[in-house]
Structures are given as C-alpha cells and as structure tokens.
C-alpha cells in the first residue's frame, strides 16, 4: 500500500486529480483544508489516497478542464456516496481484511496498522460532507446581514432559518450564541445545536398548569379568530380539568357564541358527554346570571364567537362582556400555529387591549413550521399555556413547554412525544 498526495483549490479539484491519476479504485484516506481562502489567494485543500502497489497501475485519461463550481459539488457528493457504500460492505477491519484474503495470489493483506488507519479515515466521511457546506458558505455571508457565522454553525442557521422564525431574531440569538459559547463547543455542529435549543428554551415564557387550593375558582375565557379550534380546545381544557388531571375540579361552561347554531349545539354535545353544566349568553345581564348559576365550579370556561382582528365591533362586545364583570377573567389568545409571522402579530395587536393572560395554540398536526410562534412569544413577551396538537378530543392537548416547542422548530412535529393531556 503507498500513499499519494493531491492538492486543489477545492476538495473537488483535489480529487478529480486523484481520480485522473490513480482511478477509481484509489482509497481517499483523508481530506483536510491546509490554507484557508484570503482576499488575494484561493484555497487550498490536500487529499491523500492510498494506492494497492499489486494493483493494475492505471492509465490516466485525457486532461479535462477545471470542474465548474456545481461539477465540485456533484464531484464531492458522488464520492462520498460511493464510499458510504463501501462502508455498508466493510463493516470492520476483520471483514476488510477477509475480503482482500480471498484474492490473495494477486493483492497481498493490508498491515494492521493500516487497516486501523483506514478504519479511522472511513469513520470521518461525515466531514466530507461538511465541506460542500463550507464550499458554499462564505459566497453567501452578505445574505446574513454580515454576521460572521463559521461554518460550523451551517447546520443549526439553516434549521432556525426553515423554521419560520423571524430573520431579526434569528440575527439576535446568533449573535448570542457566538459571544457566549464557550470556544471548546464550537467544533462539533451537535454540540452547537444542543446549546443552541438550551438558548432558545430560556427565551420561551411558559405558564405552568396552577393547582387550584380548597374555596378557590378559576374564570378562563377564550379569544380569537374565526376556525382556529377553541371550542374543542375549551371541549379538551374541559375533560382534562374534569377527568385526566391529577386534581379532578367541578367545571362549568359559558358559550358567549349564539351567532353560530352549530357551534352551541357541538358545546353542549361535549357538555352532555361529560355531564357538564352549561349556560349559553347573549347579552352582559346574561354573563353574570350565568356566573352566578356556576359559582359551585371550580373553573369556568367560557367560550366566545371567532372574531376577525378587524371586526372592532365583536371585538368591543367582548370587551363589555369583561369590563361589566365583577369576576376576575383570564383572557386566552387561541391562534392556529399555521398562521404566518406577519399576521400573528396583527391579531395580536387587535386582541391586546383585553388584557391577554396567556396564549394557546392550536393545530400543531397542520404546519410544518413554528418558528413563527416562538417570534411572537419572544416578541409579545407573552407566556403560552397549552398545544393543540391534533383534533382528537381530550387527547391531543398538552400542555405547553418550551423543550417541545423548540423540537418542533428544528426537529419536526410529532404527536408521539412526552407532555401529552395526560401527564
């Protein structure tokens, strides 16, 4: 076995001339930048393969010209490809070795000493990837606002950005995270993403669930646009306060929503199916016979009729509804997670002035991203409560953490998690 050194302005260049010279079959033992890039000079990238001094020498093909900066990449990518591959055959040394000993009388056996070496090199084929990141990194710092971000932190950038979350607060917490990581972390792209989740969940404000004590109530109504889910968000709120939590209450329902027949006949089908109390609302007199009529429940939900955030006139009977009430009412903001950045901000602004205590949102099942909420909560400085997470009822509520929030930004939305209604 012999080792030959090749050296190109990108790892792409470096190995087309591998190629060119020793073949398909030359081993790529390791590939490593050895000059960075300056204002007047290229970089500059070595690889080092290994060569089978038994093996058929190889017959260089006719000189091509320089790759183009896509051929680098698709270069690169198949390369890597292709020794994945051989991965999935050699699994280990003893199995490279076996393989090579079965031709013996033309290929003689790798020394141990190499075998490990190629074991170790093989092992690092995730770098190579890396550095197709890195190829196309600095090309595109003027898109960061001129935030100096090594590449190293291509990874996480890329998934905050995907996320939906706000370009400002994306620029803001990176900045946070380069000043105050500490130097050790910042080489392993997994160590950077845990710090980063542990950055970003210290930033969500959360309302923890209150154990209500002996003699006390609780008055919780909802808020919100039209088709965002919180009639069966309050038909969950409901069974979970009821049935599911550690501490079972005596809850009572007030629907304030008389404008939609189908919405009065689905609470009070919820209502009958838990054995709940009831009373439907029109006008303020109404609101607080109907208080009075639950003052034996524990906690009182109180659902209201979807409003536009540009209907003022809904939204100031609302208001009434609160201002003529003697009782101490918690406003819930209800907003669907799919709602884009722009106008969750909007709907916020036009519910504010009823004095939001926390924020709830709904279908989690029917987006993709959430990085739009975590912008909001940053922004509002608003705490969230709880996650409607699909449409089965009582099931598929939670209630709110920021650990679940910030898996759902880089990771992904599952229902399948720890949190669910039941815990």
């Known amino acids: 076995m012999k080792f030959v050194t090749f050296t190109g302005e990108t790892p792409a260049e470096a ?24 204002m007047n000079s290229p970089a500059l990238y070595e690889i080092v393969v ?30 890597a490809a292709k020794q994945i591959s051989e991965i999935a055959k050699v699994t280990s040394a003893g199995a490279y070795a076996k393989e090579r000993k079965e031709d013996a009388a033309t290929k003689a056996s790798l020394p141990t000493e190499e075998l490990g070496q190629i074991k170790q090199e093989i092992n690092k084929l995730a770098d190579k990837i890396k550095l197709i990141q890195e190829m196309f990194w600095d090309e ?46 910042k080489s392993s792209s997994e160590t950077i993403k845990r710090y980063f989740q542990v950055l970003l969940r210290k930033m969500i404000p959360v309302r923890s669930e209150v154990v209500l004590s002996k003699g006390q109530q609780k008055i ?3 808020v919100g646009p039209t088709g965002v889910g919180k009639t069966t968000t309050l038909a ?105 950045l722009e106008d969750l901000k909007e709907i916020y602004s036009s519910f504010s002035f009823l004095d939001i205590d ?14 739009n909420i975590f912008s909001l909560i940053y922004e509002i400085d608003k705490p969230v409560s709880y996650f409607s997470i ?15 929030l910030v898996e759902c930004m880089l990771d992904g939305f599952t229902k399948d998690t720890h949190g669910k209604s039941s815990k």
Do not use: W
Not at 54 to 69: G, I, L, Q, V, Y
Not at 358 to 371: A, P, Q, R, S, Y
């Open 15 to 38: 190995l087309k001339k591998a190629q060119h010279e020793c073949g398909e079959d030359a081993y790529v033992m390791s590939t490593k930048q050895v000059k960075k890039k300056t």
């Open 50 to 79: 290994a060569l089978d001094e038994n093996a058929t020498p190889h017959k260089p093909s006719a000189p091509t010209e320089r790759p183009t900066r896509g051929e680098d990449v698709l270069l690169n990518i198949s390369e």
């Open 140 to 185: 595109k710092a003027p898109m960061r606002g001129n935030l100096a971000i090594p590449p190293e932190f291509s990874q996480i950038y890329k998934l905050a950005g995907q996320s939906g979350m706000s370009k400002e607060h994306l620029g803001t917490i990176m900045r946070l995270t380069l000043e105050h990581m500490p130097s050790r972390m």
């Open 220 to 222: 919780m109504m909802f």
């Open 236 to 340: 969950k709120l409901a069974a979970r306060y009821s049935y599911l939590s550690q501490q079972r209450y005596k809850v009572g329902v007030i629907t304030l929503d008389t404008y939609r027949i189908g919405a009065v006949e689905q609470l009070f089908q919820y209502a009958k199916m838990m054995r709940l109390p009831v009373e439907d609302v029109v006008d303020i007199g109404d609101f607080e016979n109907a208080l009075r009529a639950l003052g034996h429940c524990d906690i009182i939900l109180v659902d209201t009729v979807g409003s536009s955030q540009y209907d003022k006139e809904k939204l100031m009977k609302l208001d009434n509804f609160l201002k003529n009430s003697a009782a101490q009412i918690d406003v819930n903001l209800v907003v669907s997670a799919g709602t884009k």
């Open 358 to 371: 926390t924020l709830i949102f709904t279908k989690f099942d029917e987006t993709k991203v959430f990085g």
């Open 390 to 404: 699909g449409q089965e009822v009582p099931d598929d509520l939670r209630t709110a953490s920021s650990e679940y």
